[in-house]
């Protein structure tokens, strides 16, 4: 049995634009939790929020540890946990819904009605609770999955992310063979989702971007045509790809302003729209156009309906990989100049990981 520390490193948020790592307690894990010791923690676009001090729900500055996509090796488990016991590698999703709300009874915990109340049991790891820009983190067991062997942490890293646009097409009515698919955005969320819709047998997965670079790695992982939005408008272009109907689905993980209505005109009549992008202000978009051509719009959030279970599923058949995605290794120390990098996109990152 491995020995846990009284104290830890880990990053603390101190104030908007202010984190340092710094120690802490090691946290102790609930009777239905496990403690985890953190090989790896992803960045994304909603750290920086949380950085900047633009999230609802953070704990109090001068404690709050962020991190909300993060893998490891269970250290310790709660008394009624026997789903894990100490030496699983693990991967998570974010969200632990209360369990008791109208939303989590159906299945819907990332619409849990008592996000961000802890004393009803709701947990959003490094959002509304302390998450792994640490050497350990705590954890629900409902948000824990077993990472295969043959599975790297960088691997485990992106299976939550992978989640994403899984959920998305979950929400959507899944079941995608044989559809032409449209893609907006090759962040994580998107490239995750390039490969997710070719491993259900979608027809054509078409990747639109403006960086060459992501666009590149969106072919290597398996996109069919890749268009650069930022050379050319690109509503001809799949247009024409499409036969003039348009895209059978379109998955928006960009966040674009202008790509809602990108979407209207190169969706098909009758097709979908799924949206799981977060955007930096109101959309205008022509919803008229949308209601016309019958399509049914979907929006998601996050890794939801156990889709983190399919990404690990898909991951270790081979049909998912992660490691690629991981362009940048930063220590927990300094975790200040990752996040520069991921906002400058300095180097053109894809994703960047802090290891404690
Ligand atoms: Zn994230
Ligand atoms: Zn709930």
Redesign the pocket.
């Known amino acids: 049995m491995e020995l846990i520390p009284d104290r830890m490193r880990a990053a603390v948020l101190f104030g908007p634009g202010d984190i340092r790592v710094t120690e802490k307690p090691v946290p102790v894990p609930g009777p239905e939790e496990v403690l985890v010791r953190v090989a790896m923690c992803?960045t994304?676009?909603?750290?920086l929020k949380i950085y900047d001090g633009h999230f609802p729900l953070t704990p109090p500055f001068g404690s709050f540890t962020p991190g909300?996509?993060w893998t490891g090796t269970v250290t310790a488990a709660g008394s009624a946990v026997d789903e894990f016991a100490p030496g699983d590698r693990v991967c998570i999703e974010?969200h632990s819904g209360c369990g008791r709300c109208d939303n989590c009874i159906t299945g819907r915990y990332t619409a849990c009605l008592n996000y961000g109340n802890q004393a009803k049991g709701h947990r959003a790891t490094g959002m509304t609770t302390d998450g792994g820009f640490a050497e350990y983190a705590v954890h629900h067991v409902r948000a824990l999955y077993r990472l295969p062997e043959e599975l790297s942490f960088e691997e485990g890293v992106l299976l939550?992310?992978a989640g994403t646009g899984l959920y998305g097409i979950d929400v959507a009515g899944g079941y995608v063979a044989g559809l032409d698919v449209v893609v907006f955005g090759p962040g994580p969320v998107g490239l995750t989702t390039v490969q997710v819709l070719k491993a259900l047998g979608a027809g054509r997965v078409i990747l639109v971007g403006t960086r060459p670079s992501r666009l590149e790695l969106g072919k290597r992982l398996g996109a069919d045509h890749v268009i650069n939005a930022s050379l050319a408008d690109p509503v001809p272009a799949i247009l024409e790809l499409t036969g003039g109907d348009g895209a059978d689905m379109t998955i928006e993980c960009s966040g674009g302003l202008g790509v809602p209505q990108q979407c209207a005109e190169i969706t098909k009549r009758g097709g979908k729209i799924v949206v799981v992008a977060f955007y930096p202000d109101k959309v205008t978009f022509d919803l008229s156009a949308v209601v016309r051509k019958d399509i049914s719009m979907y929006t998601s959030r996050g890794e939801g309906g156990n889709n983190v279970k399919r990404a690990v599923a898909l991951a270790a058949a081979g049909k998912l990989r992660g490691s690629e995605m991981v362009t940048h290794h930063f220590p927990l120390e300094e975790i200040a100049e990752a996040f520069r990098v991921v906002r400058e996109r300095d180097g053109d990152p894809v994703k960047v990981v802090l290891v404690p």
């Open positions: 992803g994304c676009g909603t750290d909300h996509e974010a939550t992310t």
